[in-house]
């Protein structure tokens, strides 16, 4: 979820129908459309809104060898969509995490593309032309990043050694972490909060961690499920994939990934993972029919947007205040399969922006922007 401001709603799910054990009932529900068609040169990772009148879509082109690797912007005016010239210092890299405060403050951060050596960066937008904010010599990945403000930014390097940065407006600072952070959501200047890797990067157990104005730190404990680790004997164990995080407010946060878990140490059975944080106590919820929950945003409303990869179930649906689940119909797809990258919902409105892809998940697909609402 990646919104110039976070709603405040709070996401009331009702417990008794999402508890792990039931299996909620799936209705259907309003309908998605195909908003644009980008085709095959771009694969888009990241959506931003500032407004119904201002998003941005990000990624990268250059897979497969077909064009040059660089890094692509997108903008919506409200009435068309086209390409933001981004400044030359990035070429053989993609963008694969963006944020916004306002409409002069959007940022956006990347790193070696599908088959590029380029640079880990960070792109500032301030309202009327993109500029090189950062620029780390090594190819590496930039993967998410957090904006408060303009000087208040956190960029999440998960992979190949890159670590937590801050900007407070005037410099960068390397920023210990202990987990490494790789996709966060935004309370306020002290309440961000991030799903990530252990200290060893990609590989390691994954863990949801939160700042609090001081210090960054694991969150564990009260009710939320706990990575165990596979053994090399064919012993018990769960893992845990998390894939996202939608911080509300300090008393409603959400984060998704997979459960995938073995009971002999031979067999394993995957499980889409969606789990709230109430301020005081974890409740995992049934996500059903998936095997994975890839993104979430709020919708505005009391409830929930949630999307799967299309090999791993229903590729978006609904989750009402109420604690109804509902599948979403996408419209204009022309009978293609559906995979979602990214959701981010229009600030104090209900409709939303997706990015992702049609007749194949990741690049082999056909890029598209999603739209729910007006």
């Known amino acids: ?44 990772t990241s959506v931003v809104t500032v407004n119904s009148k201002d998003a941005w879509t990000f990624g990268g082109t250059g897979f497969q060898s077909q064009t040059a690797v660089r890094p692509v912007a997108n903008h919506w005016n409200g009435k068309s969509w086209h390409d933001s010239p981004l400044p030359k210092g990035v070429s053989g890299s993609w963008i694969f995490g963006a944020g916004a405060s306002s409409a002069s403050d959007v940022w956006a951060v990347g790193g070696q593309g599908e088959i590029g050596q380029g640079p880990a960066f960070a ?7 993109w500029a090189i904010a950062k620029r780390w010599n090594t190819s590496s990945w930039a993967t998410g990043i ?20 801050h900007f407070n407006g005037h410099s960068w600072t390397s920023v210990k972490t202990g987990s490494l952070p790789a996709k966060a959501s935004v309370v306020s200047g002290k309440n961000i909060w991030a799903v990530g890797f252990g200290p060893l990067g990609i590989g390691n157990p994954m863990y949801i961690s939160r700042y609090n104005g001081k210090a960054w730190a694991t969150v564990s404990g009260n009710g939320l499920p706990s990575d165990t680790g596979q053994p090399n004997t064919g012993k018990p164990y769960q893992l845990i994939g998390w894939d996202d995080v939608a911080a509300i407010s300090a008393n409603d946060v959400w984060a998704s990934g997979s459960l995938n878990k073995s009971s002999d140490g031979t067999q ?4 889409g993972l969606l789990v709230h944080w109430n301020g005081k106590s974890w409740t995992s919820l049934t996500v059903p ?67 992702g892809s049609l007749g194949g998940s990741g690049i082999n697909g056909t890029s598209v922007v999603f739209r729910y609402g007006t």
Do not use: C, E
């Open 268 to 271: 394993i059975a995957h499980t």
């Open 146 to 165: 957090a904006v408060v403000g303009p000087g208040d930014v956190w960029v999440l390097g998960s992979a190949f050694g890159l670590g937590t940065w």
């Open 289 to 355: 029919q998936s095997s994975n929950v890839a993104h979430i945003t709020s919708d505005g409303n009391g409830g929930l947007w949630v999307s799967s990869p299309a090999q791993y179930g229903v590729a978006i649906r609904h989750l009402s205040k109420s604690g109804h689940w509902a599948t979403a119909t996408v419209l204009g797809t022309g009978g293609k399969t559906v995979s979602f990258n990214d959701l981010a919902r229009v600030p104090g409105a209900t409709s939303i922006f997706g990015v």
């Open 123 to 129: 792109l500032h937008w301030n309202g009327s032309k």
């Open 1 to 44: 979820m990646r919104t110039a401001r976070r709603a405040t709603t709070a996401l009331a799910i009702g417990a008794a129908a999402a508890l792990i054990g039931t299996t909620p009932a799936i209705a259907a529900t309003a309908t998605w459309h195909v908003a644009k068609t980008f085709g095959a040169h771009q694969f888009l």
